[in-house]
């Protein structure tokens, strides 16, 4: 018998108006539908009039339920493969489902939709001409920090996916390791409350430090090059280290604030030239 197919359905992120026709005929015309959360995805099925026969596909149950799908496949079924919000396999499972069912010469359909990283880049006003997804940091901030620096020289757009409730933590950490560059906080996309945020990440530290961050986020970091007007740290630096009103700590946060570049450089290079001019 032949294979079956096996189809990679984008679903909305929020706005149901964004599920595709293609979509909607795929999942009518599947014979099994594998979603991450059955009981989340039956809304979305009903909304579209969908009745198939829906089984769960999830990080934890990946590698039984991998197999029992391949061997659907193998007998002649097609399956589509959907997430909770979005394009399944971008930081969703299916990777690992996709990987095996190419192997064993499965003929593999993408149906594209949305998803929140090219959607909040799209209107993120930064270039998009090539870009840098980094998915989602890691909890810890040694190991978060750790990301940010192996991505700080990056010289394209950096998009990671973010929980709300991280946000400000992982905004002063990327305001440390990288500087104030700008950043576009993308809230709730397609969403009643969809927000852009634009601006320094000191800026946007500023409009988040009165409001609870609600909702899902994506955050877009600019590279340096993006920065505004390049000012010499050290040029700022002389002039603050002859104002004797001026504590140390404060000097280096403000040409870290001023230049955009990370507070651990300019502390060193400041040490240096204090010493320089003893
Ligand atoms: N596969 C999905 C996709 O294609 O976008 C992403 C799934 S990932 C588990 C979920 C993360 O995507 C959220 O934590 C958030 O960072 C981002 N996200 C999903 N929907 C969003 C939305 N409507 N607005 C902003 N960010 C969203």
Do not use: W
Request: aromatic fraction near 6%; glycine fraction near 6%; charge should be negative.
């Amino acid at each position: 018998m032949a294979n079956g197919t096996l189809y990679i359905v984008a679903t909305p992120i929020g706005n149901l108006e964004d599920m595709t026709f293609r979509a909607v005929r795929i999942l009518k015309e599947a014979d099994v539908i594998a979603a991450e959360d059955t009981r989340h995805s039956r809304r979305l099925l009903t909304h579209f009039g969908i009745n198939g026969h829906l089984t769960s596909y999830f990080d934890h149950n990946k590698s039984l339920k991998g197999e029992y799908l391949l061997e659907r496949l193998r007998e002649g079924a097609s399956v589509a493969l959907i997430s909770d919000a979005g394009t399944p396999c971008i930081s969703d499972p299916g990777y690992q489902l996709v990987r095996d069912a190419v192997a064993a010469g499965i003929v593999v359909v993408p149906i594209p939709g949305a998803s929140a990283t090219v959607t909040a880049l799209s209107a993120s006003g930064l270039p998009t001409d090539s870009f840098t997804f980094a998915g989602f940091l890691p909890n810890r901030q040694g190991k978060r920090r750790e990301r940010l620096t192996q991505l700080r020289d990056e010289g394209r757009v950096v998009i990671y996916y973010e929980a709300p409730h991280r946000l400000p933590a992982t905004l002063a950490d990327l305001l440390e390791v990288c500087g104030d560059r700008q950043i576009v906080v993308a809230r709730e996309l397609t969403k009643l409350f969809e927000e852009f945020v634009r601006g320094s990440v000191t800026e946007v530290l500023a409009s988040f430090a009165h409001r609870e961050v609600k909702g899902e986020v994506v955050l877009l970091v600019a590279p340096t090059a993006e920065m505004p007007a390049a000012v010499d740290p050290d040029d700022l630096l002389q002039r603050y280290l002859a104002d004797p009103d001026l504590s140390f700590r404060d000097m280096v946060s403000r040409v870290a604030g001023e230049t955009g570049a990370p507070r651990s450089e300019i502390y060193a290079r400041a040490l240096e030239l204090r010493d320089a001019l003893r």
